[in-house]
């Protein structure tokens, strides 16, 4: 298995500008999520997804769009980029909630937003 | 709200010897209580979890102490070895693995184990 996958890996966007970071995971979770790290800030969730069709926010949702229309595939969204979304984004799964699989996490996307 | 909040923010700690970070939260429904190991350029990865049933937990050279009533819990690294040096986040969940809010983290204990 490939686990987590993530692209692309390093990302410059000029303020305004979209784009979509994409994730991917074959071990068939059913619970996929995004995280942004910043320094001295740990990890913050962006959104998550229980399931093919379903999505909700998470800590900090404002700016992002997430949609989940496979089970493997949970791509993010920017739709106007702002300096303030400079960071680095994990991705991560788990086969559910209702287990103790803990989530695992992508290598991550880093993006410069100028 | 930080509900999360983790200690020291930093440390050095040399070979061989104890490394302890600390974590406290706010929130008695969080009831999964994971530490995580993070490499530069890599994603974090669990390193071993504890549910406040127990009051310790022991995977090789990790161990998590649980105190339930102070709502504060501590990873110790035995023996640290320079290939520990890395990032550790704890972190805190409602309902079991992920939950449905996902992991609320710390903000990180940057560790350097000195040969």
């Known amino acids: 298995n490939a686990g987590v996958t993530q692209t692309p890996k390093f990302q410059v966007l000029k303020t305004g500008q979209s784009m979509t970071l994409q994730c991917a995971q074959d071990m068939n979770h059913e619970y996929m999520s995004w995280y942004r790290q910043d320094p001295g800030m740990g990890l913050r969730l962006i959104h998550y997804?229980?399931?093919?069709?379903?999505?909700d926010q998470g800590e900090v949702p404002n700016g992002y769009n997430v949609s989940r229309s496979t089970t493997e595939d949970f791509p993010l969204r920017l739709l106007s980029a702002a300096p303030s979304q400079t960071s680095v984004y994990f991705c991560?799964?788990?086969?559910?909630?209702?287990?103790?699989?803990?989530?695992?996490f992508g290598p991550g996307t880093r993006l410069l937003v100028l | 709200q930080q509900q999360v909040k983790q200690s020291p923010q930093s440390l050095i700690v040399q070979k061989g010897g104890i490394s302890i970070i600390n974590c406290a939260y706010e929130n008695t429904a969080f009831d999964y209580f994971p530490w995580y190991q993070q490499f530069p350029g890599k994603g974090p990865a669990l390193l071993i979890a504890i549910r406040p049933d127990v009051s310790e937990k022991k995977e090789g050279r990790f161990t998590i102490s649980f105190n339930k009533s102070a709502k504060q819990f501590s990873l110790h690294i035995m023996d640290s070895q320079p290939g520990d040096s890395a990032t550790y986040f704890c972190a805190a969940s409602m309902g079991s693995g992920g939950g449905a809010d996902g992991l609320t983290f710390g903000k990180g204990t940057h560790l350097i184990i000195q040969p």
């Open positions: 997804s229980v399931g093919a069709g379903i999505t």
């Open positions: 991560a799964s788990s086969y559910s909630l209702w287990t103790e699989e803990t989530q695992y």
